[in-house]
């Protein structure tokens, strides 16, 4: 099963990044090979819809869940329909929430935020 | 004569001023720009309003034409498409309406629709010809709504005042761009400063003479003054931070027509911007 999470760095041991539209990396990590993958995020300096172009590019990438500490309603607008689950991320890690995934531990997001757009400085 | 009355950010004083300076004229035409919360309708209070929708096309899919292709998501910039489940599909309030993706698409599978996103409104309070601008919540952009508002704006035998958006964005730009003159209000705080420098750095990038009002003035060192008379720009004159003023202004009273001493100050700064202006054309014809 393939996890995408927004991250800070192309490692492993990165931080999540604290948006997911506007992260730098996405890690796409593989459950079965252990493998990662880390994918460029073209929607991080958008002028607009970062959610739904970063969405894009999970559902490209065939991830089947993605852990995140939050989440914005254009973005779950491409995700749900698309299958792919929205996890909420517990720890500061990739490394840590992805072994609490492999546990069953982390949870489905919530609270799916409403969108920033309003008084961005392209409007 | 058209004159844009402008600040670096929200409560300080746009539609005060420009609202005022439109009274004091009597016959004006007062254009109410912040079509995302107008307010210098609650002061005028027009009667025989007439309001006229906002429309913009945006794009439509025909599923049986696309063939993912994905040109249309590429192209836009602000991410209003996306392909989810073998289906191209449409963010109707992140589109900005550019019509792009439908110029794009190879197999024409892109078609419009009309979406009303505001209406414009107008009326008048006494003699002031009163045009409102409102943009529906949660829309992407007020730019058609402010294109509209401005083709009232044309009337040469009038002076038109527009009271802008808060900022320096698109919807600013928008205000302005035809403007023959831009008053900038500032506050007498560093904070003032900082928002004035932003808005005369863009009248200045659009080559618009302007001048500062200094609004809540009191009997302190201004920063606001300091940094007109830095930069040489001509200070059209001030407003005293006053407790009659404030209460005439959080009733909806229009302070020039509620009080003579208000009526004496707007009047004078009035006869100042009219002298500018024409010195401008003068200068610069």
Known sequence: MKLAMPVNDKSIEASISDTFGRTSYFLIYDTETQESVFVDNSAANSQGGAGIKAAQVVVDCKAEALLTPQCGENAAKVLQPSNTKIYKTQYNSAKDNIAAFNKGELSLIEEIHSGFHAGHGAK | ?285
């Open chain 2, 1 to 285: 004569m058209k004159i844009a009355v402008l600040s670096g950010k929200g409560g300080t004083g746009k539609t005060l001023v420009s609202v005022n300076l439109a009274a004091a004229v009597k016959n004006a035409i007062y254009i109410d720009c912040d079509v995302e919360e107008p307010n210098g309708y609650l002061f005028f209070k027009p009667h025989k309003i007439v309001s006229e929708r906002v429309m913009v096309q945006i794009p439509v899919v025909d599923e049986n034409k696309c063939s993912g292709c994905r040109t249309c998501i590429d192209f836009c910039k602000f991410n209003a498409l996306a392909y989810i489940n073998n289906k191209l599909v449409v963010f109707d309030e992140i589109c900005h309406s550019c019509g792009g993706c439908i110029l794009f698409c190879p197999e024409s599978a892109l078609l419009e629709k009309t979406k009303m996103v505001g209406q414009v409104e107008y009326g008048t309070s006494e003699a002031v010809t009163v045009i409102t601008g409102r943009l529906n919540i949660g829309e992407a952009s007020g730019i058609p709504i402010i294109k509209k508002l401005l083709h009232y704006a044309n009337n040469e035998n009038k002076i038109t005042f527009i009271d802008s958006p808060p900022g320096s964005a698109c919807t600013v730009m928008e205000s302005i761009k035809d403007v023959d003159y831009c008053i900038l209000v500032a506050e007498p705080t560093l904070f003032g400063v900082h928002n004035l420098n932003m808005v005369y750095d863009l009248v200045k990038l659009f080559h618009k003479p302007h001048g500062v009002v200094l609004n809540k003035c009191v009997d302190e060192e201004n920063p606001a003054e300091q940094f007109c008379r830095e930069k040489n720009i001509k200070i059209l004159g001030e407003i005293p931070f006053d407790h009659e003023l404030g209460m005439m202004n959080s009733n909806a009273l229009i302070a020039v027509r509620t009080s003579e001493t208000y009526k004496n100050l707007f009047t004078s700064l009035l006869q100042t911007v009219i002298e500018e202006v024409q010195n401008e054309t003068i200068v610069n014809p």
